[in-house]
């Protein structure tokens, strides 16, 4: 069966996890100005975002050929969990013969779940699934290494055109891989190729480290955000996520596993918000205080437009912000963000978190 | 020879350009409405600077800024492109080291900045609607049939409050036309106008942010005295309007390339005053490399690419050295 899925970050896992277990993938190109157009004319108007992407990412692969889709739905009071079914009404009124899969977390109805996973399944035993599964799981956690990697030495590169093809090549290593050893070997000759730019770090009081965190789609997928990271990178500025694939599989197939993490950003959260609230909102909040605890300079929050539990958190802002002493720079993104518009608010908060810090360091030396 | 240091702000309405000396003198200052050709408005405003400030200057460093500093950084070979919100912090600063907050109102966008102990920690600015901003005023001025340097002033004349919605330039010039219907005075409209504006921007901008003063009114629409005074009734307190609070911008990036030169003592990158001779145009193409078909942006200067931009990997903007081959390879 010819199978694909949604576009949000390092697809290459889907795609590996689907392709390990027989099936014919049909992997699904990054979202271009086109894919935007196409979803946006086929969505509801108020739907958020990330609702309007997909779709046009789904319209986009149909093109090609599929027969089943397969997404994830969602949990808690935010209407992304609808989305998954509404997609499947829309395209299946436009006419098109296709299946979707919408896995809902298990302990919601265990049969379906069941029935659907032995659709993935097919004809592999469930050894080879178990087996399958570890491998991709273990080449998540891989790639979400390097990229922080990257996200961290790009702000020093003097080629950075040569670190994003170098990169470019290291992703395309990992889509070939076919077992755990395969994994580690890609790793190594990754860690590798990185080291070859001999990027050195400047003194830890010199570093610009910012936090990005906020609704899952728009901070994982950079082809949608604007390439945020590597915009901050270029201004000298390095940064994580608070979301990567690898946090989200924990987060949601594996709970036990991140069960420890979230429960300490929910600690982190408290005060601010104490309850689900749907999405990331209340992880987003805990996630900003553990950057502030971590010494990061500041963070950047990014929502869809209308999306409701980020609204939530961004009303947090202004408190977390001064609570924490930390600038917190707070962007909406849709098919109507101008990016240039971005590019200066993004240079300005840079330049402030820059000046706060020599400012801080003469503050120190008046001291002493 | 002295030194001087240029600065240029491409707003979508004005266009300034200043040169400030050795102790950041203001010694040159040209503010020019935005008709759409920045390259030319550019190119005749050098040509005005050239002449007032004679050969007896050294040119030492170029910054730009503002919405278009990034076509008019690349004609000029400008040492520093920086943000608007950055050059506005740095001349504010410079005039007014006491300063607390800055409200910034420009052509089409508004901007509040905090400072503290001089230093600046926090701005925003507006995100989704453009009403209170200076094209707006500008549009409401002809409807009304005044100039808008009159319309300002005309505010501090009305005798009555009218309340006008300010919430977006629509339902403001809708609700402005029905007041008018009802016989309200054009002073009285334009208080009211004024007065929804500063509410506007209290609304979206301050949200819940701490002001502290001194208040700095600048940009285009702080010639407004009508805005000036909602702003004071708003704060309670005296906003100060720069003397030249129209060419901040331009005066923050000549301060904030001055400062870039001295501390790393570099040669100017400035293509030299012969640019004004020069031809300059962009086209674009789009990409082929791979699946986000970036459209790419490529400024020539008489048949020689000076700069391309547009592309989201770096394979175009960061090897101006290989355009020629990788042009011949994309063909």
């Given at each position: 069966m010819r199978v694909s899925f949604p576009y949000m970050g390092s697809t290459i896992v889907y795609g590996k996890l689907l392709e390990l277990l027989g099936h014919q993938v049909v992997m699904p190109e990054p979202p271009t100005r086109k894919t935007v157009d196409l979803g946006v004319k086929y969505s509801?108007?108020?739907?958020?975002f990330p609702f309007k992407v997909i779709m046009g990412t789904y319209l986009e692969t149909l093109?090609?050929?599929?027969?089943l889709f397969v997404t994830t739905g969602g949990q808690g009071p935010c209407r992304a969990g609808f989305y998954g079914e509404l997609h499947k009404k829309i395209i299946q009124n436009m006419g098109y013969d296709v299946d979707f899969i919408v896995l809902d977390p298990p302990w919601r109805d265990y049969e379906k779940f069941f029935r659907q996973i032995l659709t993935l399944k097919g004809d592999n035993s469930w050894f080879k699934v178990a087996e399958v599964i570890h491998t991709v799981y273990k080449m998540c956690k891989s790639v979400d290494i390097i990229e922080k990697l990257i996200t961290t030495v790009r702000a020093y590169a003097g080629d950075r055109a040569a670190l994003n093809r170098s990169w470019r090549d290291i992703l395309t290593a990992y889509s070939q891989i076919e077992t755990a050893r395969d994994v580690a070997r890609v790793e190594e000759e990754a860690l590798r190729v990185i080291e070859k730019y001999d990027i050195k770090l400047p003194p830890q009081e010199k570093r610009i480290r910012i936090g990005i965190v906020g609704e899952i789609y728009v901070v994982m997928e950079p082809s949608i955000n604007g390439n945020i990271e590597e915009i901050l990178n270029s201004l000298g500025a390095e940064t994580e996520r608070s979301l990567y694939l690898s946090t989200y599989i924990d987060e949601t197939i594996f709970p036990w596993i991140g069960r420890k993490e979230k429960k300490k950003l929910i600690k982190k959260a408290s005060g601010y918000?104490?309850?689900?609230?749907?999405?990331?909102a209340r992880l987003s909040v805990g996630q900003i205080v553990d950057f502030k605890d971590r010494g990061f300079d500041g963070v950047i929050h990014l929502k869809p437009f209308a999306c409701l539990p980020e609204l939530i958190s961004e009303s947090m802002l202004e408190k977390l912000s001064a609570d924490l002493d930390m600038p917190i720079l707070s962007l909406s993104i849709d098919e109507q963000t101008a990016e240039a518009n971005i590019m200066t608010r993004l240079d300005a908060f840079v330049d402030f978190i820059k000046y706060g810090k020599a400012y801080s360091k003469e503050r120190v030396s008046l001291s002493v | 020879m002295s030194r001087v240091y240029i600065g240029v702000d491409i707003g979508s309405v004005s266009i300034n350009i200043v040169a400030i000396g050795e102790d950041c003198e203001l010694l040159f200052r040209l503010y020019k409405r935005n008709t759409g050709q920045p390259v030319e408005l550019v190119k005749e405003g050098f040509k005005e600077l050239q002449k007032e400030l004679g050969a007896k200057k050294e040119i030492a460093g170029v910054g730009v800024t503002g919405s278009g500093r990034q076509l008019i950084g690349y004609v000029l070979g400008a040492d520093i492109v920086k943000n608007e919100i950055t050059a506005h912090a740095a001349a504010t600063t410079f005039y007014y080291p006491e300063v607390g907050t800055i409200f910034e109102i420009g052509g089409q966008d508004s901007k509040l900045i905090i400072i503290k102990n001089g230093i600046p920690v926090d701005f925003a600015m507006n995100t989704v609607c453009a009403a209170g901003t200076g094209s707006f005023l500008d549009h409401q001025a002809i409807r009304l049939g005044i100039r808008i340097e009159e319309f300002g002033k005309l505010?501090?004349?009305?005798k009555r409050d009218v309340r006008i919605a300010g919430r977006c330039t629509v339902f403001a010039e809708s609700d402005m036309i029905s007041k008018q219907q009802y016989g309200f005075t054009k002073p009285e409209i334009i208080k009211g106008l004024c007065r929804a504006l500063v509410r506007n921007y209290m609304n979206n901008l301050v949200r819940g942010k701490q002001l502290e003063p001194q208040y700095i009114f600048q940009g285009g629409v702080a010639a407004n005295e009508g805005i000036k005074a909602a702003f004071e009734e708003e704060l309670n307190h005296e906003v100060i309007v720069p003397e030249h609070h129209d060419v901040m911008g331009a005066i923050g990036i000549a301060i904030l390339v001055k400062e870039e030169m001295e501390r790393t003592g570099r040669g100017t990158s400035f293509r030299g005053l012969d640019f004004t001779r020069d031809d300059f145009y962009t086209d674009s193409f789009n990409c082929a490399g791979c699946a986000n078909e970036c459209e790419i942006i490529r400024v020539k200067a008489n048949e020689e690419v000076i700069a391309m931009t547009g592309d989201r990997c770096g394979k175009w903007s960061g090897s101006i050295l290989n355009v020629r081959d990788s042009e011949e390879k994309h063909a």
């Open positions: 509801p108007e108020f739907a958020c093109e090609r050929g599929v027969e918000i104490d309850l689900n609230i749907g999405g990331h | 505010a501090l004349q009305a």
